[in-house]
């Protein structure tokens, strides 16, 4: 297997300042094979593929291709060497307001050697070559602005195509596709697949990943934990490598809940979905877990008001609950920590206590006047009972870890009442021991009120929980009560097939 | 890092108290009651429009448009009392109605029709530099002017309205202060309260700084981004009512300025105190600081035309401070 590899990384290093991101990543690609390369946030993929790119140096290790070092410094050597890299974001890959034609042949416009005048005919000649060796069946003459997101994917690929490189590198190139424009984007990679291209893939979407995959690569905390080869495809090992457990943590005590405080009866999140219908009891915590993409965001938001569902109801306090804003959830009592926290949460010219206090200052303030010593107290309070580490409650965000920033952004929604209590990835990008305060926090608090929680990582439902449910392709596909888990069921459903039941 | 700390937060209340005594020393007169209240009133109107646009700054937004809500406000009050024969109270409702609507008009544009704050108001100052002009076939308005269609325009400014640009109020000495110099102190209190105490100042700061995050603290983000260009149009069409009242004509010519030195103010506000972002007490202090440097320096026989040149560096020099000393460019 290994001496018909066109492309091989060896040891590959990196590291930021002094978090090492990749520590010593091997892996091959080989001729007309689709590679996947899964893994969860943080795992280390875009790193990687911005080293191969040439975006980033690598700290150590080397890569060859086709049996010679490679070793780009700028992503146009890369691309010159035949190692070609479609961003995700459609709209880097192309220029909106150029023609097709253009867009196809935009790489030699440039670099030496190429003649002063443009040559319009000349441009349509090089760029119908281009477009029926990948067959593309796209007017050469529309603008990419009138173009829908697939063509404009399809003229990507099709351009970076034109360089004839050995190597395709394509980064989670369906998350902005609907199922029908995915599958034209899978006949061109077949096509490519058949011309021998080496093809990188890097997806979560796990019906991408059946489709395609001739292997697959999972990737954890910098390594390598996986390498899938043999047919047919072992895909629950694949997410098994990538989310599963690290280590064996001390399990918790699963509550079970009387008291139903929050349900939904047949939720529809997103066209074509099957509907959602979950119910969430008094003190209960509730993990949704579920790879990205699978619409946890989107079911997070439906619930805080952020965007109307597409049919079903909800119901809270045996009320019917049909938020129109953030504001109506808010004074409903339901609350939001919302992921990614430097988008989504922090306000970066308030000080911690200002940013603790954000969504409630009508309920700290008189004739709209702000009672600043009221402000105070409920953040120093919450500072104390979420051990967040800072000098004193006017300290900038920017000076806090991330850990405790996250920790503020909890904060921010634990100083008043909550029924359903809602948190979004609320582990992500914080370190071991912020999360462990976190989560003791939300259990100990839990009781007269449902929690929440969407995680795409096992470890963290598995840690948190009393009850996890499995999201796969928008809707619910399983329910585990969190004592004595089946793993390998579980996996399944994350994986979104069939269970294979082979012991 | 203190050293740099303080030079960033006090730099420029010591630059301003450093031009005073330098002016002070250098320039016979400069230092008296009168030249104070001078200065205050040549900043009265530009500092009320710079507090206006002060709450737009707030939000993430910006208001070219403040100088020709000022101007059409003036041009509006002279019609509604020279033209229509209107008393004061009818032309100030009417120039405050017009800035509220032009403000309401902006926020609309921004938020809902999605047009570039930048764009969207640079539009507005176009369409009523223009508009104003429409009425009077772009004559300046006074009493005993021909109008278009032949009849004399009979009205006048009514006394109290001349008032609110002529009257001054005794303060130790008699007549020192004038009406425009209270309206703006009376203003800037008001609006510096309001940002900097109450909720609704708070929540304005958070939708500037990440809107994102407003919204999702269950804040009504469209509705704050309205309101502030509706401040920002009212803060306006007071300033153009100082400014109809203190000419006593609509004059057609006059205005052109306003909008850079209302901007200036605000801009070199960020500087002051090393806010590093817009506040209504360095607002003030921004207008106060260019009415001192330019009194100082008319004292000094400079030529008039160096004063906006003279403004200008001052406001890159402001600018530096704010953005590269205090490494917060993130705005």
Redesign the interface.
């Known amino acids: 297997m290994g001496n018909d590899a066109v492309f091989r990384v060896d040891g590959l290093r990196k590291s930021f300042g002094h978090i090492e991101v990749l520590g010593g990543v091997s892996l091959e690609l080989h001729a007309g094979e689709v590679t996947v390369l899964m893994g969860a946030n943080g795992a280390g993929k875009s790193t990687l593929v911005k080293i191969i790119s040439g975006v980033y140096d690598h700290g150590g290790g080397s890569m060859s291709l086709a049996g010679h070092e490679f070793d780009p410094k700028t992503p146009a050597e890369a691309i010159r060497a035949g190692v070609v890299t479609v961003h995700q974001n459609i709209n880097d890959g192309v220029v909106a307001d150029l023609d097709v034609a253009t867009n196809l042949t935009l790489d030699r416009l440039s670099g030496s050697g190429v003649p002063t005048l443009f040559n319009p005919g000349r441009v349509r000649r090089e760029a119908k070559a281009v477009a029926d060796r990948m067959g593309l069946a796209i007017d050469l003459k529309a603008r990419i602005s009138d173009l829908s997101l697939a063509d404009r994917q399809m003229v990507a690929i099709a351009r970076a195509m034109a360089h004839r490189p050995k190597v395709l590198i394509l980064d989670e190139p369906t998350s902005s596709l609907s199922s029908a424009e995915a599958d034209r984007l899978f006949a061109l990679l077949d096509r490519l697949r058949q011309q021998g291209v080496a093809i990188l893939y890097i997806s979560h979407r796990m019906s991408d990943i059946r489709r395609l995959a001739d292997r697959i690569i999972s990737m954890r905390d910098g390594v390598i934990s996986g390498i899938f080869d043999k047919k047919p495809l072992d895909y629950e090992g694949a997410v098994n490598a990538m989310l599963g457990r690290k280590i064996q943590l001390e399990r918790i005590v699963a509550r079970n809940s009387a008291k139903a405080i929050f349900a939904t009866d047949g939720l529809r999140v997103a066209e074509g979905a099957r509907p959602i219908s979950l119910t969430l009891g008094d003190g209960e915590v509730v993990a949704i877990t579920g790879l990205v993409g699978v619409g946890k965001t989107a079911l997070a938001e439906t619930l805080f008001g952020l965007r109307q569902p597409l049919g079903g109801t909800m119901m809270l306090n045996g009320k019917p609950y049909a938020p129109a804003s953030t504001g109506e959830a808010i004074a409903a009592g339901v609350f939001l920590v919302a992921k990614d926290r430097g988008e989504n949460g922090i306000v970066g010219d308030f000080n911690v206590q200002e940013n603790i206090s954000l969504p409630f200052h009508r309920r700290m303030s008189r004739l709209g006047v702000l009672k600043r010593r009221i402000e105070r107290a409920i953040a120093r309070q919450q500072i104390q009972e979420l051990g967040i580490v800072c000098r004193s409650e006017r300290d900038e965000m920017a000076s806090l870890s991330g850990g405790n920033q996250q920790k503020v952004m909890v904060a921010r929604w634990m100083s008043q009442a909550a029924r359903l209590f809602i948190l979004d990835e609320p582990f992500q990008g914080v370190d071991i021991s912020a999360r462990r305060d976190i989560a003791a926090k939300l259990r100990t608090s839990a009781h007269g009120r449902a929690t929440l929680l969407f995680v795409t990582e096992l470890d963290e439902a598995l840690e948190t929980a009393d009850r996890i449910l499995v999201m796969s392709e928008q809707t619910i596909v399983g329910e585990h009560r969190n004592t004595d888990v089946d793993l390998e069921r579980l996996l399944a459903e994350v994986a979104g097939g069939p269970l294979h039941s082979a012991a | 890092m203190i050293l740099r700390d303080n030079a960033i937060r006090y730099g420029f209340i010591v630059l301003l108290f450093g031009l005073i005594a330098y002016f002070a020393v250098a320039a016979d007169g400069f230092v008296s009651p009168q030249s104070a209240v001078f200065i205050f009133q040549s900043v009265a109107i530009t500092g009320v429009l710079a507090l206006g646009v002060t709450a737009t700054l707030v939000v993430g937004g910006f208001d070219l448009s403040i100088g020709s809500v000022a101007t059409s406000a003036m041009m509006a009050a002279a019609y509604v009392m020279v033209v229509l024969g209107q008393n004061a109270v009818v032309a100030v409702v009417v120039c405050l109605v017009i800035g509220a609507v032009v403000g309401l008009i902006n926020g609309w544009l921004i938020v809902y029709m999605r047009v570039p704050d930048l764009l969207a108001t640079l539009g507005m100052m176009f369409l009523l530099v223009g508009l104003q002009r429409i009425p009077t076939e772009g004559r300046s308005i006074a009493t005993g002017m021909t109008m278009p269609d032949g009849s004399v325009a009979n009205g006048s400014f009514g006394a109290a309205f001349l008032a609110l640009g002529r009257h001054r109020f005794d303060f130790f000495i008699p007549n020192l202060i004038p009406v425009s110099v209270v309206v703006l102190l009376v203003l800037a209190v008001l609006i510096w309260f309001f940002l900097e105490?109450?909720?609704?100042g708070?929540?304005m700061?958070?939708v500037?700084?990440?809107e994102?995050?407003?919204?999702?603290?269950?804040?009504?983000v469209k509705a704050y981004k309205i309101w502030a260009y509706v401040i920002s149009g009212v803060f306006a069409s007071i300033g153009g009512i100082l400014l109809a009242a203190r000419l006593g004509r609509g004059d057609i010519a006059s205005g052109n300025n306003l909008l850079l030195d209302a901007v200036a103010a605000a801009l070199i506000g960020y500087a002051v105190l090393g806010a590093a972002?817009p506040n209504a007490f360095g607002t003030a202090v921004g207008a106060v600081f260019v009415g001192v440097l330019l009194q100082g320096l008319t004292m000094m026989n400079a030529p008039y035309y160096t004063q906006d040149f003279v403004k200008g560096v001052v406001l890159v020099v402001a600018l530096v401070f704010t953005f590269a000393l205090s490494g917060r460019g993130?705005r």
């Open positions: 105490y109450t909720r609704f708070r929540m700061y958070a500037g700084s990440n994102r995050a407003a919204e999702l603290a269950g804040a009504p972002k993130r």
